[in-house]
């Protein structure tokens, strides 16, 4: 069965961290992008970060220097590694499969979200 299950959503104070993974299963990353999006109450869904085959990442300005897709130990888990939580990121988050190795394609598959709420 294709699937992405997002996990390591939670609670935590403002300029904290948190790190997300997403395994997949019955399909490998490898010749696809990745990404993450979210969406907050009330808000248009915003993409946030992406990771094509070769490794390249890009962010969107809301997010860029404080959160990273780093190297997952685990093969064929993504992950998105947030510091300096700002009450504004409180949000449900999405890994995401592209539907074609490029940042600009669409997505095609996407788990069922975890919820991060930053508050003091």
């Known amino acids: 069965q294709v699937q992405l299950v997002e996990s390591g959503g939670g609670l935590v104070q403002p300029g904290g961290s948190l790190r997300l993974s997403c395994p997949a299963s019955?399909?490998?990353?490898?010749?696809?992008?990745m990404g993450w999006f979210r969406r907050a109450p009330g808000k248009k869904r915003e993409a946030i970060s992406c990771l094509t085959s070769d490794g390249s990442a890009a962010y969107a300005d809301s997010v860029k220097g404080r959160f990273t897709i780093p190297r997952g130990n685990a093969k064929n888990t993504m992950y998105l590694q947030m510091n300096s939580l700002k009450p504004e990121d409180t949000a449900i988050y999405y890994c995401a499969h592209y539907d074609k190795d490029t940042c600009k394609s669409e997505y095609d598959l996407w788990g069922q979200g975890t919820q991060v709420t930053v508050s003091s």
């Open positions: 019955g399909f490998t990353f490898d010749d696809y992008a």
